[in-house]
Nanobody, 123 residues
């Protein structure tokens, strides 16, 4: 099970840090990622990280503003979001791949999903 937290309402230019805690099993050997879905839009890739945190990948829209990281000892995934824009408003989901350590930007390649946390950026 994956549980996200840290969402909320923030003004444009502000920052938020999302956390995703895994319970019931460890995901320390799994690639993980963050996705988001705005109202009326399809779920889109935000960022992904390898199991060792040696490799990270970002959508062009968040590159330079968001940072994905993980603490395998705590079974926790993070997303630091800086310089937030109104277009970042969405429900943010963390996800884990079930059988591989390789990150992916494709949502269908992830087997485990959290329930999501709302991020709202006001202008």
């Amino acid at each position: 099970q994956l549980v996200e937290s840290g969402g909320g309402l923030v003004q444009a230019g502000g920052s938020l840090r999302l956390s995703c805690v895994a319970s019931g099993r460890t995901f320390s050997r799994n690639a993980m990622g963050w996705f988001r879905q705005a109202t009326g839009k399809e779920r889109e890739f935000v960022a992904a990280i390898s199991w060792s945190a040696g490799s990270t990948y970002y959508a062009d829209s968040v590159k330079g503003r968001f940072t994905i990281s993980r603490d395998n000892a705590k079974n926790t995934l993070y997303l630091q979001m800086n310089s937030l824009k109104p277009e970042d408003t969405a429900v943010y989901y963390c996800a884990a791949r079930g059988t591989t350590i390789v990150p992916s930007s494709r949502s269908y390649e992830y087997d485990y999903w959290g329930q999501g946390t709302q991020v709202t950026v006001s202008s």
